[in-house]
């Protein structure tokens, strides 16, 4: 059974740094699309920031561009995001989620990246939590 778990959240001051990791089992980790969405009460779930295995592609949120960086380690089956310069908005639950055989995908077919979109991707973590004092 493919599993997902997000870790690495935590409490951070502003201006401060937290790393999540979503590691990836069940699954062999070389044709993927990792997303990382995030969610506060109240609000809709939003795309952060994906990574495309076979195309290479990323994306970020603006609000996140310039502060997040998303990697992958493909011998430790896990993805990685990188969070500097948080800011208290960016108090959320974030999720990380997979889509596999990427290469399949309409998305990656179409030339579009990875999917921002929740439907897209099959698996899903339970996620945690990142809170940012001012």
């Known amino acids: 059974e493919v599993q997902l778990q997000a870790s690495g959240g935590g409490l951070a001051q502003a201006g401060g740094s937290l790393r999540l990791s979503c590691a990836v089992s069940g699954f062999t980790f070389e044709d993927y699309a990792i997303g990382w969405f995030r969610q506060v009460p109240g609000k809709d779930r939003e795309a952060v920031s994906c990574v495309g295995s076979s195309d290479s592609s990323t994306y970020y949120r603006d609000a996140v561009k310039g502060r997040f960086t998303i990697s992958s380690d493909n011998a430790k089956n896990t993805v990685y995001l990188q969070m500097n310069n948080l800011k208290p908005e960016d108090t959320a639950v974030y999720y990380c989620?997979?889509?596999?055989?990427?290469?399949?995908?309409?998305?990656?077919?179409?030339?579009?990246?990875?999917?921002?979109?929740?439907?897209?991707?099959?698996?899903w973590g339970q996620g945690t939590l990142v809170t940012v004092s001012s």
């Open positions: 989620a997979m889509l596999g055989d990427y290469s399949n995908s309409y998305y990656y077919k179409s030339k579009l990246g990875c999917p921002i979109v929740e439907y897209e991707y099959d698996s």
